[in-house]
């Protein structure tokens, strides 16, 4: 089992920041790489940021320089620093994980937690 705990979640008003944090635990293997989706009402899921098992960053166009995905190895965490928010980042983020099984790639996703950008 994998499990994926997110938390960081809540209302920020425009121009604010807000940290998620996503803890990986249970018989994960090989991880391919970690995370952060986020879907809005009426909207299909989208790629926020995803970093590699060697550390490579990859962020979506609309990020801009806002975001930041970190890791931790030592605590199998992974960190989105989210800064300069705007109410078109309200959303409900998952966190997700990719590991690698033979030459298949498996995909788990965390509960989801509620960023919400109003005044």
């Given at each position: 089992?994998?499990?994926?705990?997110?938390?960081?979640?809540?209302?920020?008003?425009?121009?604010?920041?807000?940290?998620?944090s996503c803890?990986?635990?249970?018989?994960?293997?090989?991880?391919?790489?970690?995370?952060?989706?986020?879907?809005?009402?009426?909207?299909?899921?989208?790629?926020?940021?995803?970093?590699?098992?060697?550390?490579?960053?990859?962020?979506?166009?609309?990020?801009?320089?806002?975001?930041?995905?970190?890791?931790?190895?030592?605590?199998?965490?992974?960190?989105?620093?989210?800064?300069?928010?705007?109410?078109?980042?309200?959303?409900?983020?998952?966190?997700?994980?990719?590991?690698l099984l033979?030459?298949?790639?498996?995909?788990?996703?965390?509960?989801?937690?509620?960023?919400?950008?109003?005044?």
């Open positions: 089992q994998v499990q994926l705990v997110e938390s960081g979640g809540g209302l920020v008003q425009p121009g604010g920041s807000l940290r998620l803890a990986a635990s249970g018989s994960f293997g090989r991880i391919k790489a970690m995370g952060w989706y986020r879907q809005a009402p009426g909207k299909q899921r989208e790629l926020v940021a995803s970093i590699t098992s060697g550390g490579i960053g990859n962020y979506a166009d609309f990020v801009k320089g806002r975001f930041t995905i970190s890791r931790d190895n030592a605590k199998n965490t992974v960190y989105l620093r989210m800064n300069s928010l705007t109410p078109e980042d309200t959303a409900v983020y998952y966190c997700n994980l990719q590991r033979g030459l298949a790639t498996e995909t788990y996703w965390g509960q989801g937690t509620q960023v919400t950008v109003s005044s």
